[in-house]
């Protein structure tokens, strides 16, 4: 068990409607937390061109409405760490959350990480940990030499397709966006399609693209903006479309974790995801203050016995 001062109150991941209003709540609720995401907030509002139906801003512009955000943010005196979130461990009394730099523990986190942009290839859950990683600067070191794929989703990681080519013997690149700034060479491919189908035995040994081809390959890197919930946190329990099952305080099936936003399910509304957001932060909190006092009890039994 780790020891209190050790463990925050609460971790948010995402930067969203969500993530942010749950950030805010907290800010002003007192929460030792911390808020992982990417200053850049979110690339669905962003892209968005005009929004009618947020709540005392009538038709604000997406990149409008990023700015006002990212000033709330500044005005309260919130910090976003930019680091992405690639995987959630229940350790009994706190939940570990390891990020691509650090692992950090925590009474409760509010996952507000927003739907996937890429769903999972066919095989990528089950070879996680035996050749797929989400993790470049975790996992980049095993590949050194090594051939490998990348799928990337967002220009914010291609950074981390970067430092994994400078480690790789050959390394096959899948931007799904429209333009990438990585450039080929002799040992980098820019691969047209992306990635549909992970194969192999008890490891990884190949790639299925989309138009068919077959590619041998060591290992393969997804760096996404946002994992799937049932690759991020094993035992979470998610629907049929792999959203988190939430009940009304936005608690999930894992005690500690919580969820907000578009993971939990339609309508994908930003309305929707602030105003969940906002009571995950009061239930989150609720019991992370709960489980303080369950260990500092806890504790106090130890000594006496």
Known sequence: MADNSEICDVIVVGTGPAGISAAVNLKILGADFILFGHSSLSEKVERSELIRNYPGLPEVTGPEL???????LSAAGVEIRNENVVGIYDMGDYLSV???????????????????SLKPAKGELEFLG???SYCATCDGELYRGKKIAVVCDSPALEHEAVYLSSLAGYMYYFPVMKETSVKESDTLRIAGGTVKEVSGGMKVQSVITSS??????DGVFFLKRSVSPSALMFGLATDEDGHIVVSRDMSASVRGCFAAGDVTGRPYQLAKAAGEGNTAAHSALALAKQRREEQKLQKIERQNT
């Open 130 to 132: 035996r050749g797929v």
């Open 98 to 116: 390891l990020t691509d730099k650090r692992s950090v523990n925590a009474f409760s986190v509010i996952i507000a990480s927003g739907v996937q």
């Open 212 to 217: 068919g081809e077959s590619i041998d390959v």
């Open 66 to 72: 990023n700015r006002l955000f990212a000033e709330h």
